[in-house]
């Protein structure tokens, strides 16, 4: 009886153990056939080969009992899982760009599988698996591995003439339809949200563009296809979670400028007299040393820099502005090839020619002119804040010891950035303001050494190159040394502060600087020699009346002025007068002031001399053929 017990005990462990491990393989194939048929339900498929689709959907009816409804449910959540998870950011942004695309087809045909087999398709071919046994279909008994020729004579009868029960009509058109329309809100919702976080991991304008191009062209083909949608609703908003990326980036690239600020600030801020300023000749041993093979780029860039004043402070900030400039420059090419797109659709659809007009008039014109106003908004607040920028550094400099030669880097910055504005009306006072202020340091910082050299003469007591006068009387022909002095050093104070720098302007400004600083020092000069002289005359004379016995006594020749004497005190001043007459053919202006110095100079002098109107008349005809003869000489002057 024992041995009995314990057999029957051996043979119910092996049973369940049996049993065990049948259900361990059972639920191995479960989940086996589960992620088949997952991974058929994910597959897009052309729209004449969704037979696959339908054996799916069928098999998850068999294998789960579930009606039509349960079915169409289980479909759409597929899908749905699968569009979230394909819009997972990766590590590679060309995938990124390519799950953007792979959700929107999934999107797409969801919407168009569903229509094109629910209720129909889906029902018969669920009604279709309950009009026979299930064993005795053809498809499953052709299976080998079942191998139902040899082991259906062990199966019952239950098993044999098993039909599956499955509610194949529990889905209605309208129930159909309001599920689609609620998964089509939601899988939206996140198809839009993925692309808006992928999108924030691309950082090239271009790249979006060109992603969007692809979005807009997969939308436009499949996306009016599914019936009771309006494709302008999704529409709309790729069109707006990809306009705000694209107004991000774009603000973004143009807010760089603030570093071309920000470089000319480090460069004030660093300022080492002989380094920061030095400014390199084109004759210099390092420019004729200069390699030439390959087109001698470097070597004409090297003459182009020095030419244009350009040294190593200057270069530094002109390449981070044309660097700005390029990308820049990338944006508005691609808003212009924005412009020139068309989106039509294929020959083979036909759509009325309003909604294509429509259409691209919000891709082609409005989004490109919304994008357009965003950069030239843009555009005007970065130059506006590199002008304010500009404005304060020089303001902050203005005491600085510096501060001619920082007058002179911001002058070249101006001009190089201003050489390559873009094309916007509102940029183009860009730093004007700026100029005069700058232009009036620069005239005065290139002109001070020349006017306080030259001051030093105004009150001479003798005519140098008298024996050179001509006519009758005889008149001066040529101006003194130290005027001509003046006018050589003068210029090469303008060519050693760079000869790029003398715009039009620019001399005009250092034309009527010098004007109005040699009339006022030349006036006030005279003036005081004046009372000088006049003093000493005074002194003599009453000296003269108080010590009538030492009359015969000689004088040193130390102690008598020769200014005071008349004839010398004319020639002085005829030669002056000549002086002052080609320092106003040399500083001519189209535009003189009312109350012009040298004008006022001039006629002080005059009243002094009482030269007639032939010798008059002589001397300003002479002084103009003079500087006709010599002006070359001075040629930024000229």
């Not at 005519?463 to 040394?481: C, F, M, N």
């Amino acid at each position: 009886m024992k041995s009995v017990l314990e057999s029957a005990s051996r043979r119910s462990a092996d049973e369940k153990a049996s049993v065990e491990d049948v259900k361990r393989k059972l639920d191995s194939l479960r989940r086996r056939l589960s992620g088949a048929i997952k991974r058929t339900l994910e597959k897009t498929v052309a729209d004449s080969q969704r037979t696959g689709l339908i054996q799916a959907l069928s098999a998850y009816s068999l294998a789960n009992s579930s009606g039509a409804k349960d079915v169409l449910w289980y479909f759409l959540r597929v899908r749905g899982d699968a569009l979230a998870l394909t819009l997972e950011p990766s590590a590679d942004p060309r995938q990124d760009s390519q799950a953007i695309l792979r959700s929107l087809e999934l999107y797409t045909k969801t919407m168009l599988d569903v229509q094109a087999l629910v209720p129909r398709r889906l029902s018969e071919a669920l009604a279709g698996l309950k009009t026979k046994p299930l064993l005795k279909d053809e498809a499953l008994r052709d299976l080998e591995g079942l191998r139902l020729d040899v082991c259906e004579k062990w199966f019952g009868d239950e098993i044999l003439f098993f039909i599956p029960y499955i509610r194949h009509d529990d889905i209605e058109g309208e129930y159909a339809v309001s599920m689609l329309k609620g998964w089509a809100k939601r899988a939206s919702e996140v198809a839009l949200d993925g692309l808006t976080k992928l999108l924030e991991r691309m950082a090239e304008f271009k790249a979006v563009v060109d992603l969007r191009t692809e979005i807009l062209e997969i939308w436009i083909k499949e996306g009016g296809k599914a019936k009771g949608f309006d494709p302008s609703v999704f529409l709309d908003g790729l069109r707006k979670v990809i306009n705000d990326r694209m107004v991000q980036l774009l603000e973004s690239r143009v807010s760089k400028l603030h570093l071309v600020a920000t470089e000319i600030e480090a460069t004030l801020g660093s300022w080492t007299k002989g380094i920061t300023d030095k400014h390199e000749s084109l004759w210099d041993d390092t420019m004729l040393e200069m390699e030439i093979s390959n087109g001698a780029a470097l070597f004409k860039q090297g003459v182009l820099a020095r030419t244009h004043g350009r040294n190593d402070a200057v270069s530094r900030a002109f390449r981070g502005y044309q660097t700005w400039r390029h990308l820049v420059d990338e944006i508005i090419v691609v808003l212009e090839q924005l412009k020139k797109q068309r989106w039509d659709d294929d020959l083979e659809d036909i759509e009325d020619d309003l909604s294509l007009e429509s259409r691209n008039a919000l891709l082609s014109t409005e989004d490109p002119q919304m994008l357009q106003d965003h950069l030239d908004e843009s555009l005007s607040k970065a130059y506006t804040a590199l002008h304010e920028k500009m404005a304060s550094l020089i303001a902050a400099y203005e005491d600085s010891e510096y501060v001619g030669q920082i007058s002179v880097y911001v002058l070249r910055m101006i001009r190089d950035i201003r050489s390559e504005l873009p094309k916007n009306v509102s940029l183009q006072t860009f730093g004007l303001s700026l100029v005069p202020a700058l232009h009036e340091r620069l005239a005065k910082t290139t002109s001070w050494t020349s006017l306080e050299v030259f001051g030093g003469t105004f009150t001479r007591k003798s005519v140098t190159g008298r024996a050179l006068w001509e006519g009758d009387p005889e008149l001066p022909v040529q101006p003194s040394p130290s005027t001509f002095k003046f006018l050589h050093c003068l210029l090469l104070d303008m060519a050693k502060a760079g000869a790029d720098l003398w715009s039009p302007r620019a001399i005009r400004v250092l034309k009527r600087n010098l004007r109005a600083e040699l009339g006022q020092r030349w006036t006030a000069a005279l003036k005081v020699q004046e009372e000088k002289d006049a003093t000493q005359v005074k002194g003599n004379a009453t000296n003269g009346e108080a010590d009538e016995e030492h009359l015969d006594r000689p004088i040193e020749q130390e102690h008598i002025p020769t200014v005071i004497e008349h004839n010398n005190t004319k020639e002085v001043l005829k030669q002056t007068l000549f002086d002052v007459l080609v320092l106003q053919s040399a500083l001519d202006l189209s535009e003189l002031a009312a109350e012009d110095e040298l004008k006022v100079l001039e006629a002080s002098i005059h009243s002094k001399l009482d030269l007639d109107p032939g010798s008059r008349k002589r001397l300003q005809q002479v002084a103009k053929e003079y500087w006709k003869r010599t002006s070359l000489l001075f040629g930024l002057l000229s």
